[in-house]
C-alpha cells in the first residue's frame, strides 16, 4: 500500500511566540528541534518503503497557531494549491492549528477534498493515507479543543502580565518611540536618545512657532537627508520591518505623528488599541479614559507649553502657502455673524477672507461680507501695537514673549548632528583608505577598488553638503526673531508673524459693515479691541 503513491512532502514547522520566551533548556519545540525531528520521520517513511520525490521545510517563526494568517502557512497552502506537493507533515496538531474550527475545517474537508495527505506524527497521532480514518477520531477532536484552550489560557496570562506592566508606566513595545530608547540594563525604561531627540525639537520649534505648515517641515527634513523614524531605526540595526512603500522620507502622517505623540512630555501612553480577541487578531480603538497614562515614567524632550500650542495649531487645520508657510492669520480670522472661520482665497493678484458659511452651505445662512488681507493686516497689526504699547508694563510683555511656547530651535542639536555627520565623514575616508591599502596588497582587485571608491566618494560629497547646509541653519536659528527685535528696540512691531499673531491674539471677527473685534489672549480690559 504505501509503494503505490509518490509523496513530496512539506514539513511544516512553528515556533509561537510563548515558546521562544521560555529558557533555552525548555525549548522541545524549537525550529531546529522540529526540523531535525521531521527530516528524521522522513527517513522513516522512506525506510519503510514509502516513495519520496523530494521534501521542502517550511517554518514561521513567532506565530500563533490560532489563525491561518502566517506567511509559512499561507505559502505551504499554495503550493498545495499548485499540486506542486501533495503531503504536509508536521510535529503534532498544535504546531499547524491552535483553533479547532481552523483544524475541523483542513483535516475533514479541505485535505480529503483535494486528495492531500495530512500526517501528525503526536498528539494526536494522524495519517489521512495509512489510517484514513484518523482524522474523523474523537481523540483529535479532543486535542484540538485542548489545543485552542491552552491558547486562550497563554492570551489570559500574557494579557494580564502586560496590562500589570502598563499601569506601572513600564514601555511593553517592541521598539522605543523616535526620540527615545530603550535603557540597555532595563527594557521597560526609555532613554533620550540624543540624535533623534534633536529632530523631535526641532519639529516642535518650527511648527509651534508658526514658521512651517507640515508639508514645509517634510521638505525641510528630506532635504537635509534626515532619514525618517522607520528608516531611522533600522540604520540603528533595528529588526524593524519596513512596510511596503516606505522610501526612507518623511511624510505628512509621520510628523503630525510625532506632534501628537504625549511620550514627549516624559507621559507613558500604551493601550490605544487592543487585539479583539486570541482568535481574532484585528486590532480596534480603545476610548481614551481606557487607556493606560502615567506621568513622569522617563525624561522629556518637549515642555507642556510647546507641545500644547503645537495641537492648538493642528487644531485650526489651515493650509500653507505656496512657499510653505502659514500665513499669520489662518484660523484665527472668523465671520462676526455666524462665528464660523473665514477661508482665505486669492483673485487678480490680491487675497481676501470670505465667510465660509455662505459660499459653501447658501446665502440665506449668512450675509455677505469680505475683507482684503492686507486691510486686515493692517489693522490688526495696528490694533496689536496699541494694545502693547498701553500695557505699561513691558518688562512683563518682554518676558511672556520671550518665555512663548516654539522657542527657536537649540543650535547646539545642530552641533551635535555636525559631529555626527563629521565623524561619518571620517569613517568614510577611513573604509577608502582601507580599501586602497588593500587593492596595493592584491587582497582585492581593481574592479573592487573602483567600486568601493565610488561609493566612498558619493557619500563623502553628500555628508559634506550635509555639513554645510547644518551649519548654515545653526546660524538660522541662532538669531532672534525680527519682529521681536524690532519691538525691544523701538517698542513696536512692524512685522506680524505667524507665532506673534498666534500667542497674543485669540479671535479677530470679521463683521458685515468692515469692522473688526479683536480678541486679545492677554488684553488690556481698559483698551477696546
Not at 500589570?164 to 523616535?178: D, N, Q, S, T, V
Request: hydrophobic share 35%.
Amino acid at each position: 500500500m504505501g509503494d503505490t503513491r509518490v509523496w513530496a512532502v512539506i514539513a511544516y514547522v512553528r515556533l509561537s511566540d510563548e515558546d521562544r520566551e521560555k529558557p533555552e533548556d525548555e525549548k522541545s519545540r524549537s525550529v531546529d528541534n522540529q526540523i531535525k525531528y521531521l527530516e528524521m520521520y522522513i527517513e522513516t517513511m522512506k525506510a519503510r518503503g514509502e516513495r519520496i520525490s523530494g521534501h521542502a521545510v517550511i517554518y514561521d517563526d513567532g506565530k500563533t497557531g490560532t489563525d491561518t494568517n502566517r506567511t509559512g502557512f499561507q505559502e505551504v497552502m499554495e503550493l498545495l494549491r499548485e499540486k506542486k506537493y501533495n503531503c504536509l507533515l508536521v510535529s503534532d496538531l498544535s504546531r499547524g492549528f491552535r483553533n479547532i474550527s481552523d483544524q475541523t475545517y483542513y483535516l475533514e474537508e479541505y485535505f480529503p477534498l483535494h486528495d492531500i495527505r495530512f500526517i501528525s506524527t503526536t498528539l494526536q497521532y494522524v495519517d489521512s493515507y495509512l489510517l484514513p480514518g484518523s482524522a474523523l477520531n474523537l481523540g483529535v477532536k479532543i486535542q484540538g479543543i485542548t489545543n485552542e484552550q491552552f491558547a486562550y489560557d497563554t492570551s489570559v496570562k500574557i494579557r494580564s502580565k502586560f496590562d500589570l506592566k502598563r499601569k506601572l508606566g513600564e514601555f511593553i513595545g517592541a521598539f522605543a518611540p523616535y526620540g527615545y530608547a530603550k535603557k540597555l540594563d532595563n527594557s521597560d525604561v526609555l532613554v533620550v536618545d540624543p540624535e533623534a531627540a534633536g529632530i523631535v525639537r526641532d519639529i516642535f520649534s518650527w511648527y509651534a512657532d508658526g514658521l512651517m505648515s507640515l508639508s514645509a517641515i517634510v521638505k525641510k527634513l528630506n532635504t537635509f537627508g534626515i532619514p525618517n523614524p522607520t528608516k531611522y531605526k533600522n540604520q540603528k540595526g533595528l529588526n524593524l520591518k519596513n512596510p511596503a512603500g516606505n522610501d526612507g522620507l518623511w511624510s505628512a502622517s509621520s510628523v503630525r505623528r510625532i506632534l501628537t505623540n504625549e511620550v514627549y512630555l516624559g507621559r507613558m501612553v500604551q493601550g490605544r488599541e487592543e487585539v479583539i480577541n486570541y482568535k481574532v487578531h484585528k486590532s480596534r480603538k480603545v476610548p481614551r479614559e481606557d487607556w493606560f497614562v502615567v506621568e513622569g515614567t522617563h525624561e522629556a524632550i518637549i515642555d507642556p507649553k510647546t507641545f500644547d500650542k503645537a495641537q492648538q495649531l493642528l487644531s485650526m487645520n489651515v493650509r500653507a502657502g505656496a512657499n510653505g508657510g502659514i500665513h499669520p492669520l489662518a484660523g484665527i480670522v472668523k465671520c462676526g455673524e455666524c462665528k464660523k472661520a473665514m477661508s482665505r482665497k486669492s483673485s487678480k493678484g490680491h487675497a481676501y477672507y470670505c465667510c465660509r458659511t455662505r459660499r459653501e452651505k447658501g446665502k440665506q445662512f449668512c450675509k455677505s461680507h469680505s475683507v482684503r488681507e492686507k486691510v486686515l493686516y493692517a489693522a490688526v497689526l495696528e490694533a496689536v501695537n496699541i494694545q502693547v504699547w498701553q500695557l505699561g508694563d513691558m518688562r512683563a510683555l518682554t518676558q511672556r514673549v520671550q518665555n512663548a511656547p516654539g522657542k527657536p530651535a537649540d543650535t547646539r542639536d545642530f552641533g551635535y548632528r555636525i559631529t555626527i555627520s563629521e565623524k561619518q565623514l571620517e569613517n568614510e575616508t577611513a573604509v577608502f583608505d582601507k580599501s586602497y591599502y588593500d587593492f596595493a596588497r592584491g587582497v582585492i582587485s581593481e574592479a573592487q577598488f573602483k567600486r568601493i571608491r565610488g561609493i566612498c566618494e558619493r557619500r563623502q560629497a553628500e555628508l559634506e553638503n550635509l555639513i554645510e547646509t547644518l551649519r548654515q541653519e545653526t546660524k538660522i536659528t541662532g538669531v532672534k526673531p525680527a519682529a521681536f527685535d524690532a519691538f525691544q528696540k523701538g517698542r513696536r512691531f512692524t512685522e506680524l508673524t505667524r507665532g506673534l499673531a498666534f500667542d497674543l491674539i485669540e479671535t479677530v471677527y470679521v463683521y458685515e459693515d468692515m469692522s473688526l473685534e479683536i480678541c486679545f489672549r492677554f488684553a488690556d480690559p481698559s483698551i477696546p479691541s
